[in-house]
C-alpha cells in the first residue's frame, strides 16, 4: 500500500507543476487525471496521439520522481456528455474506441489501474435501465483492460447511477472483474453512515481519500466525520491490494473550492501515514 494524490488537485498548476508539488510534499505517486475540458490531459488528445500522450506523461512524471498508480478519464465533458452507459449506440462505440486509446496510454505510463465513472441515470429510460446499460457497457470494457494487466474501477459518486452503497454493491457484483475506486465522501455527503459503505471495501481495487460530512463532499480535518483510522484497518484486514489516493480538489462543483487543498492534503497524508505505517 502507497500514498498517491490527484493531479487535479492542483488544477491552477500545470500539470508539470503539479507533479511537482505532489513530490515536494512527500507523496511518492500521482493518479493522472484526464476530464475533457478539464485542466491538464485531454482525454481527446489521448485518442488522437497515444504515444504522444505517454512521452508528455512520463516526461512531467519522470522530472518530479513519481510513479503513477491510476489513470482516471472521462470520455467527455463531466457526467453526462458520453458517459459509460450513453443511450447513443454511435456513442457507445466511440467510447470503446477511445478506451482502447486509454488502455495504452495507461499501460505506457505505468500505471496499475484505470478509474472510470459508472454513468448517471437518463430519465428517458429510468433508474433501471439506464444501470442495465452501465453493466452491458462495463462488461465490454474490463476484458480489455484485463488483457493490458490493468485494474478496471468505477467511482460511484454522487449523481451517479450507483449513488446508494447497495447500489455500488450491485453493480461490482453484477460485472465479473470489476472493482471500486471507494471513496467515502461521496457517500457520506449524501447522508450515509460510514456503516452502509463498509461492506464496499472488500471489493475496493483503488481508494480515494478525502474528509467529508452529511451535505459536504468536502470538508477540512476539523469538520470532517469519517474515521480514518478505522477505515485503514478495514482496509488491511480485507486485504486491499491497492493504494490510497489523496484527492482533495479545488472545484465549484459540490462547493468543492472551501478548503485549503495543500494544507488538508498534507494533514491526511501523516494520518494515513501513521495508521498504514507507510
Known sequence: ?????????????????????????????????????????????????????????????????????????????GFRDRPVNTLDPSDREANLHRFRAIVEVSRGIGARGITLLPGVIWDEVGPERSFERSVQELRRLVPIAQDA???????????????????????????????????YSHFVANGYRPEDVHPLVPHAGHFHARQARNGYLQASHRDGTLDFDDIVRRLQAAGYPGDICLEYTWQDWRGANNVDV?????????????????
Not at 167 to 173: C, N, P, S
Open 1 to 77: 500500500m502507497e500514498l498517491t494524490c490527484t493531479s487535479f488537485s492542483f488544477p491552477l498548476l500545470s500539470f508539470a507543476d503539479a507533479a511537482k508539488v505532489i513530490a515536494l510534499i512527500g507523496i511518492p505517486n500521482l493518479d493522472v487525471g484526464a476530464h475533457e475540458g478539464g485542466c491538464h490531459i485531454q482525454p481527446s488528445q489521448v485518442e488522437a496521439d497515444p504515444r504522444a500522450a505517454i512521452e508528455s506523461i512520463r516526461r512531467a512524471v519522470g522530472e518530479a520522481g513519481l510513479g503513477v498508480c491510476d489513470f482516471f478519464p472521462t470520455f467527455g465533458h
Open 149 to 183: 494487466g490493468l485494474r478496471l474501477s468505477v467511482e460511484c459518486h454522487l449523481e451517479s447511477v450507483a449513488e446508494p452503497p447497495a447500489r455500488a454493491l450491485e453493480l461490482v457484483q453484477s460485472v465479473p472483474g470489476l472493482t471500486l475506486t471507494l471513496d
Open 262 to 278: 495543500l494544507a488538508e492534503t498534507i494533514l491526511l497524508r501523516d494520518q494515513i501515514r501513521r495508521a498504514a505505517a507507510i
